[in-house]
């Protein structure tokens, strides 16, 4: 599966932007995805995670402002990102896979990976 994410930019805190994430090569109804994102100088972070079923979870730092969700007819997964902060600021990543995890906020539980995209949020 090949991932195309999109949608960064720079926004004022605040303000809002959705993140799309593309998948190709094959559907990815059945797989796990979820958001991370990599700050300048830090380690890639748990964002938000959707399941098969459409279940959700998010890491603290989000919680309440930004929202994952998935489209399997477009086989793309969105994350609604709402009311910015500065230190919101990060190159964002999605990921997906296919197999059974354990837990699903550690990069290691991911078998691809799209590009990334910047969201800058100025203060």
């Known amino acids: 599966v090949q991932l195309q994410a999109s949608g960064g930019g720079l926004v004022q805190a605040g303000g809002s932007l959705r993140l799309s994430c593309a998948a190709s090569?094959?559907?990815?109804?059945?797989?796990?995805m979820s958001w991370f994102r990599q700050a300048p100088g830090k380690e890639r972070e748990f964002v938000a995670t959707?399941?098969?079923?459409?279940?959700?979870y998010y890491a603290d730092s989000v919680k309440g402002r930004f929202t994952i969700s998935r489209d399997n007819a477009k086989n793309t997964v969105y994350l609604q990102m709402n009311t910015l902060k500065p230190e919101d600021t990060a190159v964002y990543y999605c990921?997906?896979?296919?197999?059974?995890?354990?837990?699903?906020?550690?990069?290691?539980?991911?078998?691809?990976w799209g590009q990334g995209t910047l969201v800058t949020v100025s203060s």
């Open positions: 990921a997906g896979t296919r197999y059974y995890r354990s837990s699903y906020i550690n990069t290691g539980a991911y078998d691809y």
């Open positions: 959707i399941s098969r079923t459409g279940s959700t």
């Open positions: 090569g094959r559907t990815f109804s059945s797989d796990h």
